[in-house]
């Protein structure tokens, strides 16, 4: 049988960045930490779950500016986690270059 922590290793995540996924997508914790490691299976995946992260962040600092100082610490931290700097909205700034330029 799987525990908790041995999701949270197979799927790359730490339990405050699922937390963080939960919020950001309305979901249970369980759910978040499926859809967290359906997004690490994507190039785009570290990006997501960074921005995730960063839009919680926004928001806290609008509505509750006592969780900014520990959402900061955490996105710092996903940044150092989940570098792939891959974002599928600008698969233009994604793609090789072509005939050298």
């Known amino acids: 049988?799987?525990?908790?922590?041995?999701?949270?290793?197979?799927?790359?995540?730490?339990?405050?960045?699922v937390t963080q996924?939960?919020?950001?997508?309305?979901?249970?914790?369980m759910t978040a930490l499926e859809k967290g490691a359906s997004l690490l299976d994507h190039p785009w995946g570290?990006?997501?779950?960074?921005?995730?992260v960063w839009d919680n962040l926004c928001d806290a600092n609008q509505?509750?500016?006592?969780?900014?100082?520990?959402?900061?610490m955490l996105y710092h931290e996903a940044c150092e986690r989940h570098p792939n700097s891959f974002d599928?909205?600008?698969?233009?700034?994604?793609?090789?270059l072509q005939n050298g330029r």
Request: with cysteine; net charge neutral.
């Open 63 to 72: 509505h509750r500016p006592a969780k900014v100082q520990d959402l900061m």
């Open 88 to 96: 599928r909205r600008a698969p233009a700034r994604a793609a090789p």
């Open 46 to 52: 570290d990006a997501a779950v960074r921005q995730m």
């Open 21 to 29: 996924i939960a919020k950001h997508e309305h979901l249970p914790f």
């Open 1 to 17: 049988m799987l525990t908790m922590l041995d999701c949270l290793g197979i799927a790359n995540l730490d339990a405050e960045e």
